[in-house]
């Protein structure tokens, strides 16, 4: 088995040249902040990660997951320790509010911490990543009364946190909620919450002392669709006036999923009411809660995508390992090894699968963390312009990373199996739960069919520029933005291969754009039916955008005497995706515009 080591020259590189950390560090907001403190933040991360949850991880897949009687979830006991020394250390604390005990850092810093979390375990740092989903939620839409009772010890980790939308009949389509609340009788303006909820992730467990739960409902005589809809804190233990924890809440785990994988995360079925009705205080306004409850969304969306990074990053590092010890055959083309035999890493094709799967996982690293540099831009900048701007990418974004990384994290964690050979298909080898626990990324948090007719859609055919009427304005001029990079860049003497191979890549991307603006209106099924490539058209150019401009600047270290072999292997891997994934942007904007008559084009369904 081998061991997780945090990428730590890529992600600071990425985070200083590619997100912009120097100037996100020159905000008022950060003012407390500086470039050392975050290096030490990422050393002492990257330690604490390999150190600490990456062991766990494989006692939460096979060894000991966790156990559910009667209502009651256990967890490992190494995993409870983790928990704590996680808690204690103020990792979980990291991402909170000052106001509330958090440390206030910039997001970037935050995604880069998290993205070793995932890596070590994804399953592991779903608690923390749900509780601050929550945290987010109750921040932005909740009273100042549940702020100051909820928040610091959420923050913290003392009580978890989770989501409760999903009904054994209501998945994606949320107007199918039931699960209902009434006003209680003692009319002290709190609710009695009755209903099941599934697929609730770490819904129960032994670590944290309290949890508590945002959940959908319905108001009595409320509006049958999405509007009826209201959001509710529902703790596990009732809170009293001094802080302590009260009686149990009438709610119970009534069962725990058995999964394919992220096995070591409890995923529960929630009841609530099965006696009185469980007690629930209204977030917000009546009626709005799945707007409430999207601002935790968008918050998952984008970690979710981290996790695609993560695991994708922990599959290759897994692969690397093997590769480089096991002996296996004499190498093509190499004489020499048939007397001394060589590993597996020299074989061609091997090597083109590593080449495949870093390559990949440096272009989901880049997006992700120029999402996340910008989300600072648009939370704390100064500059009006720049915070529009910013915020815009960042809703571009949002469902390139949730879907692209998520689906390219399945096909990465294959290949690392490829890798491994038969042995990646036994589970004792390590590398098949990589594949197992990034199954379910591309699932949850908003399908990637889901991801795709929203970047389509809403973020493309749909916006509009109130201002110039223009429809897909920020779409348009980012795109705009890589052609002109690549027109550029295809002058280098030196990259000047990769300048063009985005060049065509960036013309397939923009062409297929104005397809979509003008199919979208009149024939919305048909674009929809290309929509899941066109997501993956657009984060094959976007990450192709971010590795070209990677490779111009190793370059420009190179150029000024950095002798770090690091500059040269960014140069390469630029080259290996440009020559590799770049080239193939033709063929999916063929398959976009050309594909989704195909699906649609018949008098009679085959089906």
Same mark, same amino acid.
């Given at each position: 088995?081998?061991?997780?080591?945090? $990428?730590?020259?890529?992600?600071?590189?990425?985070?200083?040249?590619?997100?912009?950390?120097?100037?996100?560090?020159?905000?008022?907001?950060?003012?407390?902040?500086?470039?050392?403190?975050?290096?030490?933040?990422?050393?002492?991360?990257?330690?604490?990660?390999?150190?600490?949850?990456?062991?766990?991880?494989?006692? @939460?897949?096979? =060894?000991?997951?966790?156990?559910?009687?009667? @209502?009651?979830?256990?967890?490992?006991?190494?995993?409870?320790?983790?928990?704590?020394?996680?808690?204690?250390?103020?990792?979980?604390?990291?991402?909170?509010?000052?106001?509330?005990?958090?440390? #206030?850092?910039?997001?970037?810093?935050?995604?880069?911490?998290?993205?070793?979390?995932?890596?070590?375990?994804?399953?592991?740092?779903?608690?923390?990543?749900?509780?601050?989903?929550?945290?987010?939620?109750?921040?932005?839409?909740?009273?100042?009364?549940?702020? =100051?009772?909820?928040?610091?010890?959420?923050?913290?980790?003392?009580?978890?946190?989770?989501?409760?939308?999903?009904?054994?009949?209501?998945?994606?389509?949320?107007?199918?909620?039931?699960?209902?609340?009434? $006003?209680?009788?003692?009319?002290?303006?709190?609710?009695?919450? *009755?209903?099941?909820?599934?697929?609730?992730?770490?819904?129960?467990?032994?670590?944290?002392?309290?949890?508590?739960?945002?959940?959908?409902?319905?108001?009595?005589?409320?509006?049958?669709?999405?509007?009826?809809?209201?959001?509710?804190?529902? $703790?596990?233990?009732?809170?009293?006036?001094?802080?302590?924890?009260?009686?149990?809440?009438?709610?119970?785990?009534?069962?725990?999923? +058995?999964?394919? @994988?992220?096995?070591?995360?409890? *995923?529960?079925?929630?009841?609530?009411?099965?006696?009185? /009705?469980?007690?629930?205080?209204?977030?917000?306004?009546?009626?709005?809660?799945?707007?409430?409850?999207? *601002?935790?969304?968008?918050?998952?969306?984008?970690?979710?995508?981290?996790?695609?990074?993560?695991?994708?990053?922990?599959?290759?590092?897994?692969?690397?390992?093997?590769?480089?010890?096991?002996?296996?055959?004499?190498?093509?083309?190499?004489?020499?090894?048939?007397?001394?035999?060589? $590993?597996?890493?020299?074989?061609?094709?091997?090597?083109?699968?590593?080449?495949?799967?870093?390559?990949?996982?440096?272009?989901?690293?880049?997006?992700?963390?120029?999402?996340?540099?910008?989300?600072?831009?648009?939370?704390?900048?100064?500059?009006?312009?720049?915070?529009?701007?910013?915020?815009?990418?960042?809703?571009?974004?949002?469902?390139?990373?949730?879907?692209?990384?998520?689906?390219?994290?399945?096909?990465?964690?294959?290949?690392?199996?490829?890798?491994?050979?038969?042995?990646?298909?036994?589970?004792?080898?390590?590398?098949?739960?990589?594949?197992?626990?990034?199954?379910?990324?591309?699932?949850?948090?908003?399908?990637?069919?889901? =991801?795709?007719?929203?970047?389509?859609?809403?973020?493309?055919?749909?916006?509009?520029?109130?201002?110039?009427?223009?429809?897909?304005?920020?779409?348009?001029?980012?795109?705009?933005?890589?052609?002109?990079?690549?027109?550029?860049?295809?002058?280098?003497?030196?990259?000047?291969?990769?300048?063009?191979?985005?060049?065509?890549?960036?013309?397939?991307?923009?062409?297929?754009?104005?397809?979509?603006?003008?199919?979208?209106?009149?024939?919305?099924? !048909?674009?929809?039916?290309?929509? !899941?490539?066109?997501?993956?058209?657009? /984060?094959?150019?976007?990450?192709?955008?971010?590795?070209?401009?990677?490779?111009?600047?190793?370059?420009?270290?190179?150029?000024?005497?950095?002798?770090?072999?690091?500059?040269?292997?960014?140069?390469?891997?630029?080259?290996?995706?440009?020559? +590799?994934?770049?080239?193939?942007?033709?063929?999916?904007?063929?398959?976009?515009?050309?594909? #989704?008559?195909s699906v649609f084009g018949l008098d009679e369904p085959l089906f």
């Open positions: 088995m081998s061991t997780y080591a945090a $990428p730590l020259k890529d992600m600071r590189f990425l985070m200083n040249e590619i997100a912009g950390l120097k100037d996100i560090l020159n905000l008022p907001a950060f003012a407390e902040i500086d470039a050392d403190t975050v290096d030490s933040i990422l050393d002492e991360a990257a330690k604490f990660a390999t150190e600490q949850i990456d062991p766990i991880n494989i006692i @939460g897949d096979r =060894q000991n997951p966790p156990k559910w009687d009667n @209502g009651v979830v256990t967890v490992s006991p190494e995993y409870k320790s983790v928990y704590k020394q996680f808690c204690e250390n103020g990792w979980h604390a990291m991402p909170g509010d000052p106001e509330y005990g958090g440390q #206030g850092l910039p997001n970037l810093v935050n995604f880069a911490v998290n993205e070793m979390w995932r890596s070590a375990s994804i399953a592991f740092a779903l608690c923390p990543m749900l509780t601050m989903g929550a945290v987010h939620a109750i921040e932005h839409h909740a009273s100042d009364e549940i702020k =100051q009772k909820y928040l610091p010890k959420m923050v913290d980790g003392t009580w978890g946190g989770t989501m409760n939308l999903t009904e054994p009949q209501a998945g994606s389509d949320l107007t199918a909620i039931r699960t209902k609340a009434v $006003p209680d009788p003692s009319g002290d303006g709190t609710y009695r919450i *009755t209903g099941t909820k599934i697929f609730i992730t770490w819904g129960e467990h032994d670590m944290a002392e309290n949890i508590v739960h945002l959940v959908l409902a319905r108001l009595p005589d409320s509006d049958p669709g999405l509007k009826g809809i209201s959001l509710f804190v529902v $703790p596990k233990f009732l809170v009293n006036d001094d802080g302590s924890l009260g009686e149990r809440n009438d709610l119970i785990c009534s069962a725990i999923e +058995h999964k394919l @994988g992220i096995k070591g995360s409890v *995923t529960s079925v929630m009841s609530y009411g099965d006696k009185v /009705g469980a007690k629930g205080w209204l977030v917000g306004k009546a009626g709005g809660g799945v707007a409430y409850m999207f *601002t935790m969304m968008n918050h998952a969306r984008i970690h979710v995508g981290l996790e695609g990074i993560s695991v994708a990053e922990r599959s290759y590092q897994h692969a690397l390992t093997y590769a480089r010890e096991r002996i296996q055959g004499a190498i093509i083309g190499d004489e020499e090894s048939k007397k001394t035999p060589k $590993p597996i890493l020299f074989h061609p094709d091997v090597r083109r699968l590593l080449m495949d799967m870093k390559a990949r996982v440096e272009a989901l690293r880049a997006i992700g963390y120029f999402a996340a540099g910008n989300m600072d831009l648009a939370k704390f900048s100064n500059d009006p312009a720049v915070q529009k701007k910013a915020q815009a990418y960042v809703e571009l974004l949002t469902p390139v990373v949730k879907g692209w990384s998520t689906d390219s994290s399945i096909e990465i964690a294959s290949e690392g199996i490829q890798v491994h050979g038969g042995t990646g298909f036994i589970e004792e080898t390590g590398a098949a739960q990589y594949m197992r626990d990034a199954r379910i990324t591309s699932i949850y948090e908003g399908t990637t069919a889901i =991801q795709a007719n929203d970047y389509i859609g809403r973020k493309t055919a749909r916006e509009v520029n109130k201002e110039t009427g223009e429809v897909g304005f920020t779409a348009r001029a980012m795109y705009k933005d890589i052609a002109a990079f690549a027109d550029e860049l295809a002058k280098d003497a030196e990259l000047g291969d990769i300048g063009k191979n985005l060049q065509e890549a960036a013309k397939a991307l923009i062409d297929t754009t104005e397809w979509a603006v003008k199919t979208y209106g009149p024939e919305p099924q !048909v674009a929809s039916a290309g929509s !899941v490539p066109y997501l993956k058209l657009g /984060g094959i150019v976007i990450g192709g955008w971010l590795m070209a401009k990677s490779a111009q600047i190793a370059r420009q270290k190179i150029a000024a005497g950095d002798t770090d072999g690091y500059y040269k292997g960014k140069i390469a891997t630029t080259r290996y995706y440009a020559r +590799h994934w770049l080239v193939q942007a033709d063929a999916v904007a063929r398959e976009i515009m050309e594909g #989704g008559p």
